[in-house]
């Protein structure tokens, strides 16, 4: 006789978010999977809930010099400027591909403008693929584009400009993740004039802007000066985040839309801390650096942990850690 | 010997091209003047592999944390599926392999890259190398004399502890250059100050060059001069070596006449050395061409 079957076949790992359902709650984060080819050496894409593709702007990029990247204790500092082919090559291109192999997309789209995010949506939303995309995730939020000062993410107004005009933009059916920087003073602000601008969930959190010196040579080790942080570093600085926007939600401060976490997630345990403390899906990101296979490996080790804590579905863990507050207090 | 790649269950739209992900025990490791040669079992990566192409290799074991693979040129591979690396151990992730002890296991991506193109026809052809650079030549030497090629090698480096493979040069080239700086071994120089004499000499039509950057900028100058297609492996710092993470860019002109900021893990690493936009490095820094593809909308929003 079969000894009895083990593993991650016994939970439920389905999610819905704001519409978007998916078989399992593991993406890669923006950025760091390019839009699919390349990890398709290593695992089949349309095995993650939904493929988070490189942001894209309106016109081709060609990003910064170099060098773009330093090593960081648990992490790494990049500062690629967001190079990529443009909307339209994109839809042209990339997007055809995806949807060949079955992804779910979340299109991570950005402007230099607030009209440039809806100019981008709008030429998405009219190709020819457009029914692979189950998502739109606005990056309102890289630090190494524009004059860091006016980051939208930084502000409240900027904020609800973009994601309302991109939600206007957009058909009904697809959601609007707005992905929010944790380098402000009170994100639960900006979380909160997201959604009440059409956000239909939030993507927390994006790289942390800061630096290194290069000691040899005493200048910045990279060409862009500044670049963002990411990496197991942050994942403390992603977990409080969700945890205070969740929070807020709770308390009836925010209306409650779905949180997509993402920041320092290598391991199933991490990305459970994210789920207890109100991620509905995860995001792994600079992981995959370092392991090809990292999100496919997290989606089991996380419903492997969740099994093992006696979970029957994955959506009863998300934002569980608050309900334990109180006797511990 | 375990592969993380063969726990991919089987779905619908499956890989097609598959890129081997596996733990590799160390089996030998020697120093050679002023490296290290490391030798992996790791039949999957061997068996595909080709010469140019390289392994990512990740360091410090499952917690460390230095999540940024280190990206090493096949020196060679054996039938029997080992895989051999030369390390000059520099910062801490090259130290922590250098110091691994035998039947350590290490996790292995590759082979990752293009390989040198190879030509159809028996050519004359000249092999550069500066330094470790040099790793990958002796076993292109091989199949490009196993093609009928006539085949020399230049070596170079600072000092003769720094110089990788004179002896194995010998065995798989028809004639050998050495050059040091400090004039210890070869000639006194850079490999510059012999490579018109070689490539003249030799009628070269392909020079092969792998090394830093500032002598493969020589190497494609010369062999241009003299009608020599040069074709180069580059150096560029790598996070991930698989073409997600964008860093390792640099700016190439393709058949279009337009220059892109191509990746030189999966786009590279070797690269005809005429395409190179070799005035854009300077000073440890590349600058993005102002007519490269895309360069405009950057620059305009990039301070």
């Known amino acids: 006789m079969a000894p009895p079957r083990q593993g991650p076949l016994m ?176 994100i639960v602000q900006i979380a909160s004039a997201c959604v009440k601008a059409g956000a239909d969930g939030l993507t927390m959190i994006n790289t942390l802007l800061a630096m290194v010196i290069d000691t040899d040579l005493l200048r910045p080790q990279v060409a862009g000066v500044t670049g963002g942080l990411s990496g197991p570093a942050i994942r403390p600085v992603a977990v409080r985040a969700i945890w205070q926007v969740r929070a807020a939600m709770i308390e009836g401060d925010i209306a409650s839309v779905p949180i997509i976490g993402v920041g320092g997630v290598r391991t199933g345990d991490d990305a459970l801390q994210l789920v207890a403390a109100g991620a509905s899906a995860i995001q792994v990101g600079t992981a995959t650096f370092n392991d090809p296979t990292a999100p496919v490996r997290v989606k089991r080790e996380l419903a492997a942990a969740l099994q093992d804590k006696g979970f029957a579905r994955f959506s009863d863990a998300v934002g569980i850690a608050h309900t334990r507050l109180d006797k511990a207090r | ?70 990206c090493f040129s096949i020196h060679q591979v054996s039938p029997g599926g080992t895989v051999d690396v030369v390390v000059a151990a520099r910062g801490p992730g090259t130290r ?41 030549l002796f076993w292109l030497a091989t199949v490009l004399k196993e093609r009928g ?58 020079v092969y060059g792998c090394g830093p950057m500032a002598m493969l900028k020589s190497v494609t100058e010369i062999a241009s001069a003299h009608d020599a297609v040069a074709q180069v492996a580059v150096e560029e ?26 990746r030189s893990c999966v786009e590279g690493p070797v690269f005809r050395g005429d395409r190179i936009r070799w005035e854009a490095f300077e000073n440890g820094r590349c600058q993005v061409p102002e007519d490269a593809y895309g360069a405009a909308s950057t620059r305009a929003t990039n301070d």
Request: glycine share 12%; proline share 7%.
């Open chain 1, 11 to 186: 939970i439920d790992m389905r999610v819905d978010l704001a519409g978007m359902r998916l078989p399992n709650p593991l993406m890669p984060a923006s950025g760091c999977a390019a839009n699919g080819k390349e990890l398709h050496r290593f695992f089949d894409i349309a095995e993650l809930g939904a493929f988070v593709t490189k942001t894209v702007l309106a016109d081709p990029r060609s990003g910064r010099g170099t060098p773009r990247m330093a090593e960081t204790p648990s992490g790494m500092l990049n500062s690629i400027g967001l190079q990529g082919p443009g909307i339209l090559d994109f839809t042209r291109g990339d997007l055809v591909w995806l949807k060949s192999v079955g992804a779910r997309v979340l299109v991570s789209i950005a402007g230099n403008t607030v009209g440039e995010f809806g100019d981008v949506a709008v030429v998405l939303s009219e190709s020819p693929a457009f029914d692979a995309v189950v998502g739109v995730e606005v990056n309102i939020s890289c630090p190494n584009v524009a004059n860091r000062g006016l980051v939208f993410a930084c502000d409240p107004l900027s904020s609800a400009n973009v994601v309302a005009l991109v939600r206007e933009k957009l058909p009904r059916h697809i959601p609007v993740f707005a992905k929010l920087s944790a380098d402000v003073t009170d």
């Open chain 2, 1 to 70: 010997m375990s592969t993380t790649s063969q726990e991919r269950p089987p779905s619908q739209g499956a890989p097609s091209e598959h890129t081997p992900v596996v733990t590799g025990e160390l089996i030998t490791k020697r120093r050679v003047g002023a490296y290290h040669h490391l030798t992996f079992l790791a039949p999957e990566v061997a068996e595909l592999a080709r010469p140019g192409q390289f392994v990512a290799l990740a360091v410090g074991g499952e917690v460390s944390a230095n999540l940024l693979r280190r």
């Open chain 2, 96 to 136: 922590w392999l250098t110091d691994l002890s035998t039947h350590h296991e290490v996790n292995i991506v590759g082979p990752l890259g293009g390989g040198f193109p190879l030509p159809k026809d028996p050519a004359s052809c000249v092999l550069v190398g500066g330094g470790y650079g040099s790793a990958p």
């Open chain 2, 149 to 206: 090629c006539q085949v020399e090698i230049v070596l170079g480096a600072a000092t003769g502890d720094r110089l990788f493979g004179v002896t194995q040069a010998r065995r798989v080239t028809d004639r050998v250059t050495v050059t040091t700086d400090d004039g210890s071994i070869g000639t006194k120089g850079w490999v510059s100050a012999v490579l018109p004499d070689v490539i003249g000499r030799s009628r070269a039509d392909i």
């Open chain 2, 237 to 262: 710092s790598m996070a991930c070596g698989i073409g997600v993470c964008m860093t390792c860019v640099m700016p190439v002109t393709g058949e279009d006449g337009l220059t892109r900021m191509l």
